[in-house]
């Protein structure tokens, strides 16, 4: 790569004024010492600060309910960047089964499977009978539609969904939307909602008053990270012209493996981490893919996020961990801690 090149992703991904906080562009924080951030949304503007050891707890208190992201478990990939992928999602089950408060449910956007076999279904479901929440919500990764185009993945996880796997349902006045952007997609292209589940999500939102807090959840992120590498969706500005309306949005997504966040407007885009392996970060290798670290890092790269929502403030709290504890300022290739991303 030039280095032309590398300094404009540089300057895209990294533009960071004098205190720290890029107020209207990418944040990245601390993606590969997995250092989490809490979340809050109050009055539809977000504001993060990076969380210590017992932020967790502290983020709980008061809260009206909680909920557990995981995502890109990849079960059946068993190459050097992660060797048993089962393990590391074992792992992360044991750390929300740990949690002091029961999350009322988890969600999981997607790659639940390596090649979408039978088997590696089997395996996910013998895993996650163990998680302390029973409920759980799915939406699919590509891996998961490889060799049947979806038809087990919704046989499985889809029941009562609409078209390739889009459904909506309230908890608690938050209405969550899992939308599926990764049907017929193309090797390394972008993903796309497509017309008629545009139109379906529209409807969705009809008649809903603009105060009702609303999550999004799909697979690859609903906004452009990386173009080259399909880390965007093509059709997402229309589907986010349907929650303008809306005081306060969270859009939640897998896919890239890593954390990266940003605000726009009454919105706040949010990745996570995968419980199964890394990838590098946007431009900083020839392509996208599973990224080998020393095994001794590996579990500081892979986490959850876990999500606390506050009825009296419409406020929600996002804390990503790591599945094993790290020092930000040792841990190999850390990125850029940034705290207090609130808009002006």
Not at 211 to 216: G, Q
Request: net charge negative; charged share 20%.
């Amino acid at each position: 790569m030039s280095g032309k090149k590398q300094d404009l992703i540089d300057q895209k991904l990294q533009d960071l004024n004098d205190d720290g906080i890029d107020r209207r562009g990418f944040l990245k924080c601390m993606a590969w010492a997995g250092t989490g951030l809490v979340w809050t949304l109050s009055g539809g503007i977000p504001g993060s600060r990076a969380f210590a050891k017992s932020s967790g707890k502290d983020a709980a208190k008061g809260a009206d309910f909680s909920f557990v992201q995981i995502s890109d478990s990849h079960i059946g990939f068993n190459k050097l960047a992660n060797p048993d992928v089962t393990a590391t999602l074992q792992t992360a089950i044991n750390k929300i089964n740990a949690m002091p408060h029961k999350p009322d449910f988890i969600i999981h956007t997607g790659d639940l499977s390596q090649l979408s076999k039978s088997s590696e279904f089997d395996t996910l479901d013998q895993v996650l009978k163990g998680a302390s929440a029973k409920q759980i919500y799915f939406v699919p990764g590509e891996h998961d539609m490889l060799t049947d185009n979806g038809e087990q993945y919704l046989q499985r996880y889809g029941k009562g969904t609409k078209g390739a796997g889009w459904y909506s349902f309230d908890h608690k006045g938050v209405h969550f939307v899992g939308l599926v952007n990764v049907a017929n997609l193309k090797a390394g292209g972008m993903g796309s909602l497509g017309h008629e589940q545009l139109e379906w999500f529209e409807d969705d939102l009809k008649g809903r008053s603009a105060s009702t807090p609303i999550v999004l959840f799909a697979h690859i992120p609903l906004w452009t990270i990386y173009p080259d590498w399909g880390w965007g969706t093509d059709d997402s500005e229309q589907a986010l012209s349907y929650v303008k309306r809306f005081g306060s949005v969270t859009v939640l997504n897998g896919h890239i493996h890593q954390i990266m966040q940003k605000i726009e407007g009454k919105v706040s885009f949010h990745t996570a981490m995968s419980t199964a392996f890394p990838q590098p970060a946007p431009g900083s290798a020839p392509s996208a893919g599973p990224m080998k670290v020393p095994a001794d890092q590996l579990q500081r790269v892979l986490g959850i996020t876990d999500v606390n929502y506050l009825v009296s403030g419409r406020s929600l709290a996002v804390i990503d961990s790591p599945l094993a504890d790290s020092d930000p300022a040792t841990a190999n290739g850390a990125g850029s801690a940034v705290v207090d991303s609130t808009l002006e």
